[in-house]
């Protein structure tokens, strides 16, 4: 099974009603097909209106769409690594994986919170991203200091060092698509490790 980290597109809006009232996070994260669908029908407006009950408003607005989240599978910290040279928060515009984001309650959705990021903060990294190549990409990967620093998954990349590489870009090629696809529609993300 493993550690999984993915991102999950959200307005600021959504962000902060998910802010406001923590306890919708699974349903925005897990349940909200099921919910939409619910919703689509009718059937609980009947409900409403045939017994007199009023609407607790228990959803967060807003309909999935393709390609509306993101998982980079178990790669997230190495990537992080050759990102910043850091398995850990440094405060600068790469470092946006394991950044200390705005924890949504204290709801663990799988390994803790998930966590807010606004739009403005995903912009910030998709352009931090512009400017990163796979060059940069490779000199950063060093499986030896993912080992010493503890990362998720180093004993993968040092014992296959180019194998691990090859991963991590792929995944970061797939996060480039999905971060430009948020900052096209101005949204931020909520992202958690599942």
Known sequence: MGMVFALRRATDEQIDALLARPLLIEDFLYNEPRVAAVAKTGLMEKLISTFGFASQNSTISGER?????????KAWHGLHFALTGSGWATGAPLSFLVEEWPEIGDVDVGYGPAKAIRAVNVARFNDALAGFT??????????????????????FFAENPEEGIEYIEHWLTELRTFIAGCVARNAGVVSYIC
Do not use: F, K, S
């Not at 769409?65 to 599978?73: M, Q, T, Y």
């Not at 796979?134 to 004993?155: C, K, S, T, V, W």
């Open 65 to 73: 769409e393709e390609g509306d989240e993101i998982d980079l599978d």
């Open 134 to 155: 796979a060059m940069d990409l490779r000199a950063g990967y060093h499986p030896q200091a993912m080992l010493e620093q503890e990362l998720y998954l180093a004993d």
